[in-house]
């Protein structure tokens, strides 16, 4: 089975603060996501990875970077974190896209991130 | 621009009847579609895909339709448990991407006893 972990799923920060989340993924996934989950918003992805250290931004990149040193290892790094980046946040991997009905993206089980 | 659309936020159906979710594109280069479903506090999990070439795909109580000439695909439910009461969500890949999908807002699926 796919596995996808995330450092925390509960986090308070404080405006202003750096804030790291980090997302590992045990099957040697080329691809590597952040989302961030919002009610009537759905799923939006902020930045993706498509091998180490290549990065692409998503539809909401602002106030986000994002680091990939290792293959498995994927981190979201908000620089200076505000009270509207409090969200769930999800991190996902796939493998490369064959077109077979079996590729998906797997997913972590979200970090619930809230800013004072 | 949206180009996958979930019109309705929540649906609300009795046990053993069938849910029906509902999911519109508006990109015919669309070539595969996946539904996610997703607990509270937990990630989503795939839950079925279909392929542009098929119009149907069935999964045990899982069938999804899809209907290209109106941009629609839908899925059904039979019979609905209380279990099965999570938001849905439907994506596609960006035509050309590295993988990448595109979700629609989700709809919130709840299965009364």
């Known amino acids: 089975d796919v596995k996808v972990t995330q450092s925390s799923r509960y986090l308070v920060k404080r405006t202003g603060e750096k804030v790291f989340l980090e997302c590992v993924q045990d099957m040697d996934h080329e691809n590597m996501f952040w989302y961030r989950q919002d009610p009537g918003l759905g799923l939006r992805l902020i930045y993706f990875?498509?091998?180490?250290?290549?990065?692409e931004k998503g539809d909401i990149p602002e106030g986000y970077s994002v680091s990939r040193e290792k293959k498995e290892r994927f981190s979201l790094i908000l620089e200076s974190a505000s009270t509207n980046q409090t969200s769930m946040y999800l991190c996902?991997?796939?493998?490369?896209?064959?077109?077979?009905?079996?590729?998906?993206?797997?997913f972590g089980p979200g970090t619930r991130l809230t800013v004072l | 621009d949206q180009q996958v659309k979930q019109n309705s936020p929540s649906l609300s159906v009795q046990e053993g009847r069938i849910s029906i979710l509902n999911c519109d594109y508006t990109?015919?280069?669309?070539?595969?579609f996946l539904w996610y479903k997703k607990y509270p506090a937990e990630g989503p999990t795939f839950l079925i895909s279909i392929s542009s070439i098929k119009d149907k795909n069935e999964d045990g109580r899982f069938t999804v339709f899809l209907n290209k000439s109106a941009k629609h695909l839908s899925l059904h439910i039979v019979p609905s448990q209380p279990g099965d009461s999570a938001v849905y969500f439907c994506a596609a890949p960006w035509a050309g991407s590295n993988y990448k999908l595109t979700f629609g807002k989700g709809t919130l699926l709840t299965v009364n006893p």
């Open positions: 990875s498509y091998d180490v250290k290549m990065k």
């Open positions: 990109n015919s280069m669309f070539d595969y």
């Open positions: 996902a991997s796939s493998g490369l896209w064959t077109g077979r009905l079996t590729d998906t993206q797997y």
